[in-house]
């Protein structure tokens, strides 16, 4: 028998998203994806797609900005319409990437604006809270719901032209902590994954991400990288019934990365 529940993937055409929806429609999920890809970049994609497809599971992808505020109320209702009757959104996993890379200081370029930080908080945080809020509303999740979402070692280690996004994940961090109180009596259970450094694309649009690369190999006791597949591991197993009691929790997935 076909479930009736269903990953909603925000951010899910590359990375930690990506590898995410593969994952979790192996094991038997629908899965929705949503994503903000150009059309050129279209072609690579689908053949992700096809494979998520090939699991036997419904599938669905929207190309939209899930960050615009005046069309979510729309994105909400296309899922409605599209999800068949009885079906329920059982995890959500935001894997929204988008952040301003700038130092905070420099004779020679740019440096962050307020405009900046205000953009990557809203993107990298606060949509967490945005989007949970309105599937609440919308009685789109169903009972037990695991909201999952990914952080980085920036939580608590400063790095050059990461600012804005180390903010808005300490905010991802403690928005998930009062997401995992507030909305505990509706069965909803809120972690986030902090995960070692781990090539994907947002890695290399960060300057210097090669020295940054270089040095987690060094101090990873594992001798390599994380990939996308091993947090992809960590939310399935918090998507388990025997994860139920986790809840407003940081979970590392480094291989012991930060260890040193």
């Known amino acids: 028998m076909r479930s009736k529940y269903w990953a909603l993937i925000l951010g899910g055409s590359s990375g930690l998203g990506l590898a995410t929806a593969k994952k979790l429609a192996r094991h038997g999920y629908n899965v929705l994806i ?6 050129a970049a279209m072609d690579e994609i689908e053949k992700d797609f096809n494979e998520i497809r090939s ?4 599938f669905l992808s929207m190309n939209v900005d899930v960050l615009n505020a005046d069309k979510r109320a729309g994105i909400i209702s296309d899922i409605q319409q599209q999800l068949p009757q009885g079906h329920l959104i059982k995890v959500m996993v935001h894997s929204v990437a988008k952040g301003t890379l700038k130092p905070m200081y420099s004779p020679s370029e740019a440096s962050l604006s307020d405009t900046d930080f205000r ?10 809270y945005d989007w949970t809020k309105a599937l609440v509303t919308a009685d789109l999740f169903a009972e037990d719901t695991r909201i999952v979402s990914f952080t980085s070692e920036g939580n608590t280690k400063a790095l050059p032209n990461y600012s804005a996004v180390s903010v808005a994940k300490v905010a991802l961090e403690a928005l998930t902590r009062s997401i995992a109180l507030e909305f ?9 994954i902090q995960a070692g450094i781990t090539m994907t694309k947002s890695l290399s649009m960060i300057p210097s991400f090669e020295k940054i690369k270089e040095h987690a190999l060094k101090r990873n006791p594992q001798n390599r ?20 009691w986790i809840t407003g929790t940081v979970i590392k997935v480094d291989g012991g990365e930060s260890l040193i």
């Open 34 to 39: 949503m994503h903000r890809d150009r059309r």
């Open 55 to 58: 699991y036997g599971n419904d």
């Open 119 to 128: 953009i990557t908080f809203n993107a990298m945080a606060l949509s967490l």
């Open 184 to 192: 505990a009596p509706i069965g909803i259970k809120a972690n986030c």
């Open 225 to 244: 990288l994380t990939v996308p597949e091993d947090v992809a591991n960590a939310v399935y197993l918090l998507t388990m019934d025997e994860a139920k």
